[in-house]
């Protein structure tokens, strides 16, 4: 079966977060389903750059403001189309925001032609391929099923990875798309008078999944719907929560080359040297105490503002800090503010940085989660694969990919974390006490590591699930 995934980002050519890792992630674990992906993606200067024995696929004299050529080819392993349109993606650094940390003024005509293309390459376009289904994530590739189903196309898959991030723009928008107006209604474009990417997706695909179970029941509810929640609901008998996994060969505490020492469940003594690596990248006080870890953007979602506000009550409870991420101005002030209070015991790096990230999780004794609201989550993942013991809001994949270190969970020796809820600075600070208690205990807090290492955290699970609703779908269109 041949699937046709089209994305904004695609680990490791270009990523702001952990969509990528999962669009990077989800094809090799297909093709043990003997389903070969074709990943679409926007011909960044990134992804230009790392295009091998590419091979010209389709011209368009005209996409969305300029000529563009479609070049198949492939990198680390993935079978690429990108989209070489110069006029829109010919622009270095984020995907989305301009040098002034603002949306490109015509993101809805670079992520149109996203759709776009990707409704042609699934259809057809060029004689040598057509995929039995499409496959989009998140607003950025969301026109694709509108295209599919209004101007002809395969059957599609729309994923939400995030529904706080819309694509939604003016009306006067819908006249560039090349749309019947049919498109511009309830069951197509239109959202309360403008036109909503995500929106119009979610209306046509003809199935929707997003990246957990409880997120899946969540975004049905007005509190987490975000305004989509009716149609969701609507669409309800189509919708399904797949829970993400990692890829088990970059992340491997065995053999990565970005730790200071590797180690696996059985040398846990080992990870010690990530620890003290860990302090001296941190600029920490060096010691055998409970030493946390975040690795974030830092914004509203990520409960960072309040995470910022416990960080006093954090250096008193005894425990140190290492956190790595960017985000919001205020959030990032307030952190290096505590940071400042409490050298040697907070260590803050501001910034993006990959082969860190892997560091993090070797060293630190916790990865710290407190979101108000997260889809799947990977660090948490991440933290379960390295021993890193994951501290984490309630909700969403957070809820789903743990066990939370209750009295009948340890008894039970099942408990693989702390979860807490609601993300409220009180209740986090009683987490972080918990994890405190939790760690003085080390016997227990081995016993946490150790069952968090055996978790099946891969793709394999989660890669049958996609296999057997693209069989579903295809299946049904067959008959
Ligand atoms: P989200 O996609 O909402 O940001 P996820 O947990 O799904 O959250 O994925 C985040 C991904 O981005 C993970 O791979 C994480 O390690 C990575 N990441 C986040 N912030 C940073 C950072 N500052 N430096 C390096 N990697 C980061
Ligand atoms: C989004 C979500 C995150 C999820 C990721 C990959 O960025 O915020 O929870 O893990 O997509 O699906």
Redesign the pocket.
Known sequence: MKILSAASELYPLVKT???A?VTGALPAALAGEGIAVTNLVPGYPAVMAALEKTAPFHAYKDLFGGPAQLIRGTAHGLDIIAIDAPHLFARPGNPYLGKDGKDWPDNAQRFAALGKAAADVAGGINKGYRADLLHCHDWQAALGPVYARFLGGPKSVMTVH?IAFQGQFPASVFGLLGLPQQAFAIDGLEYYGNVGYLKGGLATADAITTVSPTYAQEICTAEYGMGLDGLLRARRHLLRGIVNGIDTEVWNPATDSLIAATYSAKSLKKREANKRALEARFKLESGDGLLHGV???LTWQKGMDIFAAALDHLVASGARLAL???GEAAIEAAILDAATRHKGRIGVII????AL?HLMQAGADTILVPSRFEP????QL?GLRYGCVPVVARTGGLNDTLIDANDAALQAEVATGIQFAPVDQPTLEHALARAAECYSDSRLWRGLQKRGMEQDVSWARSAAAYAQLYRNLVKARAS
Request: negative net charge.
């Open positions: 977060g952990g969509l890792d995030n690795v974030s953007r790595l991420g960017t910034g993006y940085d990959e990230s799947c989550g990977l660090t991440y």
